[in-house]
Nanobody, 130 residues
Framework: QMTLVDSGGGSVQAGGSLRLSCAAS????????MAWFRQTPGKEREVVAS????????DYADSLKGRFNISRDNAEKTLFLKMNSLKPEDTAIYYC???????????????????????WGQGTQVTVSS
C-alpha cells in the first residue's frame, strides 16, 4: 500500500514558477515508477512527466519539454515537479501517481498511460492568470 500526498499548488501569474511536491508513505517508494498527470474540467487526465525508480531517466509531454522538470528524492520518499514559464493553459489539477515496477523495455510507453499507475495523490490545484 502507498499513500501519496500532493502539495505546492497555488495561483501565479503567467511567466511565474511553482514547485509541486508529492510525499509517499511506502518504504518501497524507491522501486516505483512515478509520474505527474494533470486534468482540466471536461478533459481527460493527461501525463505531464514521468521518472524511473532510480531517477536517472525522465520523460515529458512534448508540449512541456524545457519548461517542466520532474525529479525525486528516494531517501525522503518525495517526488517533485518544477514548473517554469507557466502559461494560463497550464491551469489544472495536478496529480502524482505511482506504478509498480515494469520491464524497462516498455519505457516510456507504459509510463505515459494512466492505467499503469496503481496509486494516486489527491491532486493540487494550479491556476495561472494572464
Amino acid at each position: 500500500q502507498m499513500t501519496l500526498v500532493d502539495s505546492g499548488g497555488g495561483s501565479v501569474q503567467a511567466g511565474g514558477s511553482l514547485r509541486l511536491s508529492c510525499a509517499a508513505s511506502a518504504n518501497t517508494y524507491s522501486s516505483y515508477y512515478m509520474a505527474w498527470f494533470r486534468q482540466t474540467p471536461g478533459k481527460e487526465r493527461e501525463v505531464v512527466a514521468s521518472i524511473t525508480p532510480g531517477g536517472s531517466i525522465t520523460d515529458y509531454a512534448d508540449s512541456l519539454k524545457g519548461r517542466f522538470n520532474i525529479s525525486r528524492d528516494n531517501a525522503e520518499k518525495t517526488l517533485f515537479l518544477k514548473m517554469n514559464s507557466l502559461k494560463p493553459e497550464d491551469t489544472a489539477i495536478y496529480y502524482c501517481a505511482a506504478a509498480p515496477p515494469f520491464e524497462g523495455r516498455f519505457w516510456p510507453r507504459m509510463a505515459r498511460e494512466q492505467s499503469t499507475y496503481r496509486y494516486w495523490g489527491q491532486g493540487t490545484q494550479v491556476t495561472v492568470s494572464s
